[in-house]
């Protein structure tokens, strides 16, 4: 195993037969499980994502009989925030609870994984992972790098940013710094901003500290804890630059081989249903955020026609450099670009819009 040495799995010394574990009630004469430990990047007190990492606790540790368990770390617990896949990947922690674009500065294919400005919504984006030859690409990208990634989380379109000031024109973001996630970032850039990848828990103190002029984040009800209204009150939508986002769950592919068969089945499982929950809980939550921060005083808008234009015409600029100097972030593209072409017949007759 790469890395320093470190404990993989390591028996739960506090679960006795009977005793409740992460919600869940072991069944008499249940074995201590074994524990792997999860570094999260988001907060456990988070909507949906860090709902979604206790609810796959309780599942694994309910499902397992009492074998296998999930311990859950805050950000910041095991290693730094922004550092979790990269720490599992050379073996300084197990697993992690990210998304793939933390790893994507070594290779902005992985951003693809995740979510993909003006990219498709959720049915479309669960087609080509699991029926068009995402998922093998990812795996194939994360194994070398000794990852194993689960799809755990998948979420609808986010919100577009918070901004002290109305934007009226792409001349407005010019100068602008901003924390973006993504390859969305590189849309930014084009038009003029500086953007910075900050984890949920630095954005609202850079803002406060004037170290950034505005910010985006994710879903409403996602942002809302955050308070990034406090600090900014306009409020733009759609969020063009993900329409559906992935976040998985990261294990060290050694420890991944070592789990028996059917742990992996679980896990593979618990992550389906988790993600199954996650679309549910992100299309029901967002109006009542929505309603709530208007009360508080922001500003919702949508973005004029002619800055989504320019948006959109900078996001085909970067794909066309992005596949000239990085042959992976090309291959997988063109994986994506050949399934959306197809998919858009039956788009086209199935929709109603």
Known sequence: MKGKAMNVIRLAVA???????????????AVSPAVIDIASTFPGSMPILGDAAHGLARRVAQVSGGELALAFHEPGELVPAAD???R?????????????GWFAPGDSAYHMFSSVPFGPGIGEYLAWLYHGGGLELAREMFHREGVHNIPCILIPPEASGWFRKEISTVADLRGLRMRFFGLGARVMEKLGATTYQLPPGEILPAMQQDRIDAAEFSLPSLDQPLQLYTAARF??????????T?????V????????PLRHQALLETACGEAMRDSIAAGEAAQWQAMKEMQAEGVRLKRWPPAILVAFEKAWNEVVTEESAKNPNFARVYASYAEF???????????NMQ
């Open 252 to 259: 060290n592919k050694s420890l991944w081989e070592r789990l």
């Open 246 to 250: 992935f976040f998985d769950l990261y």
């Open 15 to 29: 679960v006795v037969a009977g005793m409740a574990w992460g919600g869940a009630v072991l069944p008499a004469g």
């Open 235 to 244: 409020y733009y939508f759609p969020g063009w630059h993900q329409q559906a």
């Open 84 to 86: 979790t896949v990269r």
């Open 88 to 100: 599992v990947a050379d073996g300084t922690i197990p697993a992690a609870w990210a998304g793939a």
């Open 340 to 350: 959306r072409a197809n998919y858009a017949i039956w788009k086209h007759f199935s």
